[in-house]
């Protein structure tokens, strides 16, 4: 994460180009004007990535996140986990010195998984890994025992939807991009229980596998039976899926003891560091909070958090003040789709003219290649320039179509939005 500067410098750097990245006309100055003034910043810049990469904050952001999560641990929606995670960076951030820090409340699904296992009972004895995905029930107590129907799409699916009923259904879906491949995780057990399945076992969205099933969360939909949704491994979908081609009859024995809680109090994190000249205007960075269950969501999303409030640290420690008011936030409920972020638009969007860009950090924390970018033409050009001050560090591309749970609000109101690329997405 040494590259930290990539996230707080073009969060700081949008304070400088001003409304003409909304590209509304009321900026009057010349584009040529908005480029002298970006470039005009290269010594701001080169302090900014000195103090980061090589000076007293190398690894710090780093260092915290490795604290807070052999600290906190999971921190699952609904869970005291992720109270404590709350509470333990509402402290961190005052300490810190940052300005406005508050904690904005917000309802949360409250899942648990419970106890969950399968085992392959024909053609031979075989424990198949599993993780329940996120608002799944449970299977009856006595569990499921079930013939498998393996399928490759959603079309195969229907047009052997005769064969379905009172099965598992066995997704063995080819990896495509996560983008486009998890919607087999989402819609799979609706689209499996209207041709009459009794549970849902999904290869997992990922592009590769170590016998490692992945969660995620899934969606039931009105009038359609809810039925038991797992993701398993890669490896154990191919064998399935090998053997139903062969003709081999395949009995499975599932068991999930998941349950649903009536949702619960949570909280989106702030911090800002106030603009000393038009201080109601925004610059938003982000990065969530919460996490699945199973691991300590160091990467999905604890580095975009920390990278977050790193930006804010690096300015606060260079003693620079922004024109325009940098705000963190740490969004609760993210991988429930999005809930916090939703709640936090919806109590701010009458004041969206106030926000310049929204940024977020949500595709892993590997070395940076560049920022996906969503504006107007005029609003790319001005990224670029602002960009080709990053030139030290080698990450100057803008990419198209910025994306993510967490901005996609904003973005469908025409705020800027960026989104940090890395040499993995």
């Given at each position: 994460m040494k590259y930290l500067s990539l996230i707080f410098f073009m969060s700081l750097l949008p304070q400088y180009a001003g409304k003409s990245l909304r590209g509304d006309g009321s900026h009057p100055r010349t584009f040529e004007d908005i480029k002298n003034e970006i470039?005009?910043?290269s010594d701001t810049a080169k302090a900014?990535?000195?103090?980061?990469?090589?000076?007293?904050?190398q690894n710090?952001?780093?260092?915290?996140?490795?604290?807070?999560?052999?600290?906190?641990g999971p921190r699952l929606s609904g869970s005291k986990n992720l109270d404590a995670a709350i509470q333990y960076m509402f402290s961190a951030l005052q300490k810190d010195g940052l300005e406005n820090v508050h904690l904005e409340p917000v309802k949360v699904p409250h899942w648990e998984r419970g106890?969950?296992?399968?085992?392959?009972?024909?053609?031979r004895n075989h424990s198949i890994a599993i993780l329940g995905l996120g608002s799944s029930v449970a299977t009856p107590p006595e569990g499921i025992t079930a013939e498998v129907m393996v399928v490759a799409s959603f079309d195969e699916l229907h047009r052997r939807a005769q064969e379905a009923k009172g099965k598992i259904v066995v997704y063995n879906q080819p990896f495509v991009t996560y983008g486009e491949t998890v919607r087999y995780r989402s819609q799979g057990a609706v689209e499996?229980?209207?041709?009459?399945?009794?549970?849902?076992?999904?290869r997992s969205i990922a592009s590769f596998s170590i016998d490692s099933p992945h969660t995620g969360w899934q969606n039931y939909q009105s009038g359609v039976p809810q039925i038991p949704t797992a993701c398993i491994s890669v490896e154990d979908a191919e064998m399935m899926s090998r053997m139903a081609l062969r003709g081999t009859k395949i009995v499975v024995y599932l068991k999930m003891g998941a349950r649903t809680y009536p949702d619960s109090p949570s909280f989106n994190t702030v911090a800002e560091i106030v603009g000393n000249k038009y201080p109601e205007q925004i610059v938003l960075v982000s990065g969530h909070l919460d996490s699945w269950d199973v691991g300590q969501g160091a990467m999905d999303d604890g580095g975009g958090a920390f990278i977050s409030w790193e930006a804010l640290s690096l300015i606060k420690d260079l003693g620079l003040r922004p024109k325009r008011t940098l705000r963190m936030v740490l969004w609760t409920g993210e991988e429930?789709?999005?809930v916090g972020a939703e709640q936090y638009y919806q109590l701010h969007k009458e004041n969206i003219s106030n926000f310049d860009i929204v940024m977020e950090s949500d595709e892993g924390t590997f070395k940076p290649s560049g920022l996906a970018f969503t504006g107007n033409a005029k609003a790319r050009d001005i990224i670029k320039e602002i960009m080709a001050l990053l030139l030290p560090i080698n990450v100057t591309d803008v990419f198209d179509n910025a994306d993510g749970t967490d901005i996609n609000y904003w973005m469908r109101d025409g705020v800027p939005v960026i989104a940090l690329k890395t040499a993995c997405n």
């Open positions: 470039a005009g910043y900014i990535i000195d103090l980061a990469v090589h000076g007293k904050a710090r952001s780093y260092e915290r996140l490795a604290v807070f999560a052999d600290t906190v106890e969950e296992f399968a085992v392959m009972l024909e053609p499996a229980a209207k041709v009459g399945a009794v549970a849902t076992l999904i429930q789709g999005g």
